[in-house]
């Protein structure tokens, strides 16, 4: 679980830095580029000749169901959502992980149905304020952030069954082929989006519009991704439903320390418990893969 942990910390700076740095990119663009930067990162684990085609391949798929084609719902939503909104409705994330596998495997068990179910109930402890009274902005985003976590659920899911990220001489050689999938998708996402809608893809780019989209690229996707699919292969699927909400009272813990922003900490505390217990009971359960 402490690659999922140090994962989800990472991620949790990039609900506010999404929101409150990069509206006025097109999400689309924003996506691209930062999955290129990701792609760039991964090329130093690159060595093809330790892996065979096939797999090549399942991992590319794997970083454009789990990536590419995830971030456009996910990154366009922040157009019709608050950042605590958007990150409210990623606790269900658990819920298409846990799903996902009982489709799979045609098997349930009582520990992951407890585990997701408080996993839930943390995460939304953490990430709930009133939502606005508009509610059909609130819709669309809804929508588009389960989209999001379907995609993202069903390529981690493709990861969590293979167990791998390369193969016994070098485990990380699969990460350039995760990357390069993601980064297609991404780029086909735009192309699409800039027929539909020609527009430009940010006025006035500034020193700080670079930094940040490096930090998301390199550090929130390279290195974020790198670490959880890392974790993904190393846990059961509940402790894998659990962590998918762990990223949400660190992201309040962030907004705290490093935008100052005003937070619940008794409802902090609370989520904190919740999502502990979770992550206990989940620890103790066994599945195959």
């Known amino acids: 679980m402490k690659w999922l942990i140090g994962a989800s910390a990472i991620w949790g700076l990039s609900f506010g830095l999404i929101k409150g740095k990069t509206g006025h990119i097109d999400p689309f663009f924003l996506s691209c580029a930062r999955l290129l930067l990701a792609f760039l990162f991964s090329l130093v684990f690159y060595r093809p000749s330790d892996m065979p085609n096939s797999k090549r391949l399942r991992l590319a798929a794997v970083g454009a169901l789990q990536l590419g084609f995830m971030y456009a719902p996910y990154l366009f939503s922040f157009r019709y959502l608050k950042a605590y909104e ?40 953490a990430a709930w304020k009133p939502l606005a009274s508009d509610l059909g902005p609130i819709l669309i985003g809804f929508g588009l952030v389960q989209i999001s976590n379907l995609l993202f659920a069903f390529g981690q899911s493709l990861l969590f069954q293979d167990g791998t990220m390369g193969t016994q001489k070098s485990p990380l050689v699969g990460v350039p082929f995760y990357f390069s999938g993601a980064f297609a998708a991404s780029l086909i996402c735009y192309l699409v989006s800039h027929l539909i809608q020609a527009g430009p893809a940010f006025g006035g780019a500034t020193s700080q519009d670079l930094l940040v989209i490096a930090w998301l690229g390199i550090v929130s996707s390279g290195v974020g991704f790198l670490i959880w699919n890392w974790g993904v292969i190393k846990v059961n699927v509940s402790q894998l439903a659990v962590a998918s909400d762990i990223k949400l009272p660190i992201a309040v813990l962030i907004s705290v320390f490093a935008f100052s922003e005003p937070a619940n900490l008794l409802q ?9 217990s979770a992550a206990v009971l989940a620890r103790k359960s066994t599945f195959a893969k």
């Not at 606790?91 to 585990?115: C, D, E, H, R």
């Not at 408080?118 to 939304?124: C, K, R, S, T």
């Not at 902090?268 to 502990?276: R, W, Y």
């Open 268 to 276: 902090l505390s609370m989520s904190l418990v919740v999502l502990t």
């Open 86 to 125: 958007v990150a409210l409705f990623t606790m269900l994330t658990p819920v298409f992980v846990a799903g996902i596998y009982v489709v799979q495997k045609k098997s349930w068990n009582s520990s992951l149905f407890f585990a997701t179910s408080l996993a839930i109930v943390g995460g939304l402890i």
